[in-house]
């Protein structure tokens, strides 16, 4: 069915003042969902831990390796969700596989996590992979990840060495301030697979994703810079250095630039001091904006509140929009608005039409929110939460076309 998109390229970032200056848009609103969303990231986390115990109680060691993960992945492969999404020329090489003329690389970034990849259920496997990146590959030049655990660094670089992509990654390693054997699990894959692979293909290693916004909605502050802010800075920044360490040691021949990524209005001054590069989430639909105007606000935000708060700073971190996006589709009816706008797909191809290659042009890196749907966080959360993809969670495009920048 053809877009009913009125809301052409040469619009730009159409309204960027007027979402400042409405009540309905300001940052309280959006404080309040980026806590409820951090609520349901700890229900994550509390139940990981249980289930962690439980494995301790019965005796069970978990250790993933590369090459143990490598071997398992292989051995799922026969079972993958991905088959038949890509076509090859010679099926043994993914490295020859056929371009699809809707995908066009017009993206600065894209955030990207395997799917399977939710600890201590790993599921990934290479074969998916492989599948997203040679479309992933399509479409922009450099991914995000977000964590490290389920072998999913090595099953990335090993996805890229395969099908001969320009492909660069951010690593990520998604701490959490209670408990900090997930940090050093996840720093432990992403030496092992730096040990493996170099880094001739990582753009930087990301470590915590909304930490500080975690931190202060479990310790009852909002104040990214209060006393009860600077505390958690400084377990976050315990990590930071503690990974800028793990990684120098290996003397890689090329310095990997190490930051950090938060909700928008959550960057600790502290934390952005000692950083390379700071990557922001900033979400127009949680902020109740139009999605009209949510380009220009998106913007807006970033530019007045994240950029120029670095550039205060005497080592001036590079700045990035680590996600920003549309959904297109709720769960269900009471979340299918968000006051001046709905989830769909039409909505999904407006922003991409006012964003994207407005935000090439400015500039602007940022990480389009997000490659597919994933159906884990539509049966957790429900709502909107698992329908932010450009693709399907089967891997098929969805009603949209791909801006040509």
């Known amino acids: 069915m053809p877009l009913n998109n009125t809301y052409n390229q040469a619009q730009g970032y159409s309204n960027m003042e007027s979402p400042y200056g409405n009540a309905a848009y300001s940052s309280s609103h959006w404080l309040e969902k980026e806590q409820a969303r951090s609520r349901r990231s700890k229900w ?31 051995k799922s492969s ?11 020329t010679n099926p043994n090489d993914p490295s020859t596989f056929t371009a699809d003329s809707r995908l066009k690389k017009s993206f600065y970034g894209i955030a990207y996590t395997p799917e399977g990849s939710q600890y201590p259920d790993c599921g990934n496997s290479l074969a998916d992979v492989i599948t997203d990146i040679q479309l992933l ?19 990335v670089l090993e996805a890229i060495k395969q099908t001969k992509v320009n492909m660069t990654v951010y690593l990520g390693n998604y701490p959490i301030p209670t408990d900090p054997a997930p940090y050093e699990r996840q720093r432990d894959a992403i030496i092992d697979a730096l040990k493996t692979y170099g880094a001739d293909h990582v753009a930087g290693i990301t470590v915590g994703n909304e930490y500080m916004l975690n931190y202060l909605n479990a310790n009852g502050a909002t104040d990214p810079n209060s006393a009860v802010g ?14 800028r360490t793990a ?6 021949g090329k310095t990997i630039p190490i930051g950090t990524a938060d909700a928008g209005s959550f960057f600790n001054n502290e934390v952005l001091a000692k950083v390379d590069y700071g990557m922001s989430n900033i979400h127009a639909w ?12 998106v913007n807006g935000f970033f530019q007045e509140t994240n950029v120029a708060a670095a550039n205060a700073l005497a080592n001036q971190p590079k700045m990035f929009i680590a996600e920003t996006g549309w959904p297109s589709a709720s769960k269900d009816k009471g979340n299918e608005s968000n006051g001046p706008s709905i989830a769909s797909e039409p909505n999904l191809q407006t922003f991409l ?45 969805k009603d949209i076309t791909i801006p040509t920048c």
């Open 44 to 74: 994550i986390v509390i139940g990981s831990l249980v289930t962690i115990i439980g494995l301790i109680a019965i005796g069970v060691g978990v250790g993933v390796t590369v090459a143990k993960n490598n071997k398992s992945s292989t």
């Open 78 to 88: 026969s079972s993958s969700s991905s088959a038949g999404v890509v076509t090859q």
């Open 137 to 155: 590959s399509q479409l922009t030049d450099q991914i995000r990840l977000y964590g490290a655990d389920c072998n999913q660094t090595a099953l």
């Open 230 to 243: 600077n505390v958690g800075a400084q377990l976050l920044l315990s990590n930071i250095t503690d990974t």
């Open 247 to 252: 990684v120098e040691a290996l003397s890689l």
């Open 286 to 297: 949680f902020a109740n904006v139009s999605v009209a105007e949510a380009a220009g606000w």
């Open 353 to 397: 039409d006012t964003f994207v290659c407005q935000a090439n042009t400015n500039g602007t890196g940022y990480f389009f929110f997000e490659y597919f749907d994933e159906t884990w966080k539509d049966a957790q959360f429900g709502g909107v939460e698992g329908h932010w993809g450009l693709f399907y969670s089967n891997r098929t495009l």
